[in-house]
Structure formats: C-alpha cells, structure tokens
C-alpha cells in the first residue's frame, strides 16, 4: 500500500473517530435533570403552597362562622326568652340578631367561595402530578437510553482507535507528522485526485505532480499544499 494511500486511510479513520467523538458528547450533554419536568416541579410546589393557604382561610372562616353562630343563639334565648321586657333594650337585641345573621351569611358566602378554590387547587395539583409522572417515566426512559447509546459510542470509538494505532505504525513516523501538521492546518491533510484535479482545491493538477503521486510518491498540490492521492 502507497504511504498517501494508507495517509488516506488514516484521515477516513481519524474524521470517524470525530464525528463518533461529538456524538458521544453530546449524549453527554444530554444527561441529568431534565429542565421541563424541574420546572413542574417547582410550579406544583406553589400549587401545594397555595392549597395550604387557602385551606388555612377555610378553616379560620368555619371557625368564624360556628362562633356567630353561638353568638346569635345567645342572642336570639335573651330576645325570645321573655327576660328583657324593656323596649329599647328589646330593639337592640334585635338589631344584634340581625347583624349576627347578616354578618354570618356574608361569611357563609365566603366560605363556600374559598371551598370552591380549594377544589379547583386540588384539580389542579391532581393533573399535575400525573403530567409530572408521565414527564418523569419518559425522561428516565431517554436517560437509560442514552446511557446504552454513550456505552455503545465508547465501545466503537475505543475499536477505531485501536484501529488508527494499528495503521499509524505501519506508516513512517515522518509522514505521520507531515499528516498530522496539514490536518490541524486545514482540516482534511489528504485529497483525493480525480480526473487529474485536487478535490481539496478543485485545481488541475501539473502532468509532473500527477507522474509522481502516480509512482507512490507523498506529493504536495502545488496549489492547496495537501497530500496528493490517486485511487
Ligand atoms: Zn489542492
């Protein structure tokens, strides 16, 4: 095998050892905790807050009310009990009895408006969390999966590497480092000559240079400076 031919086949193993490399990386990338099922999360802990509160507010109202409501049967045993004979006395009685009521009902309207919030808050935190749980088996399904697809990439890149150590030490240490040089300088180090043209530069090439790639030489384009390959 010429030496730009096993140059060639250097480059194809070292281009597919990068592209397996960003692959893996951004499987890499792609682990952890999931930013969408985090941020439901947070949303239902506020949902939760929210509920306590308005549970609270409930059960400070249910205690208001079966406290009038003691204050008014008070009221309504001394007006109706026939203790208070007096007449104004009797006319503020009254007016107590009514301002309990009033008081009370005002209250009782509260109240049934609170439990209705607290049913929809529960609603609300019930869909959720089942949102949440599907989110969470589907994201721990991907996250298995992609730690199976990092495993498989590291397997695969670990062969093509022993590959490229195989091959790179069969080809003289010189040529490895002219390779080496001209790949980190422009990318792909090897082109391939067709039809007498330099597919790294799309420049025909001079009868001479195509003479000496042909002879097994390691040629340079004259134009683009990369290792000259006849297939
Ligand atoms: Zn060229």
């Known amino acids: ?3 730009a031919k096993q140059l060639y086949e250097l480059q194809e193993l070292d281009q597919e050892i990068d592209s ?3 692959a893996l990386s951004l499987a890499k990338s792609q682990l952890g905790e999931s930013q969408t099922v985090l941020k439901l999360q947070g949303q239902l802990q506020q949902d939760q ?8 507010k409930q059960h400070a109202a249910e205690w208001e009310i079966e406290d009038l409501s003691t204050k008014l049967a008070t ?5 109706f009990g026939g ?15 009514e301002m309990f009521k009033t008081k009370r009902s005002q209250l009782e309207e509260k109240a049934l408006e609170i439990m209705e919030q607290v ?3 529960e609603a609300t935190i019930a869909k959720t969390n089942k949102q949440l749980e599907g989110m969470k088996a589907e994201w721990q399904h991907q996250q298995r999966e992609l730690s199976e697809a990092i495993e498989r990439l590291k397997a695969i890149l670990s062969d093509l590497r022993r590959k490229r150590q195989l091959l790179s030490d069969k080809i003289s240490p010189q040529a490895v480092e002219l390779y080496q040089g001209l790949r980190k300088e422009r990318g792909t180090a090897v082109a391939r000559v067709e039809q007498g043209i330099c597919r790294g530069c799309r420049i025909s090439l001079p009868t001479t240079e195509l003479q000496q790639a042909r002879g097994g030489n390691l040629v340079k384009c004259s134009s683009c400076g990369r290792i000259l390959f006849l297939a």
Not at 49 to 56: G, H, K, P
Not at 83 to 97: A, D, G, R
């Open 1 to 3: 095998m010429s030496a």
């Open 20 to 22: 397996q490399e960003q």
């Open 49 to 56: 807050q929210r509920l306590e509160e308005l549970r609270r």
């Open 75 to 79: 009221a309504e045993e001394t007006l």
């Open 83 to 97: 203790s208070v004979k007096n007449p104004k006395e009797l006319t503020n009685l009254q007016h107590e009895v």
């Open 119 to 121: 049913e929809l808050a």
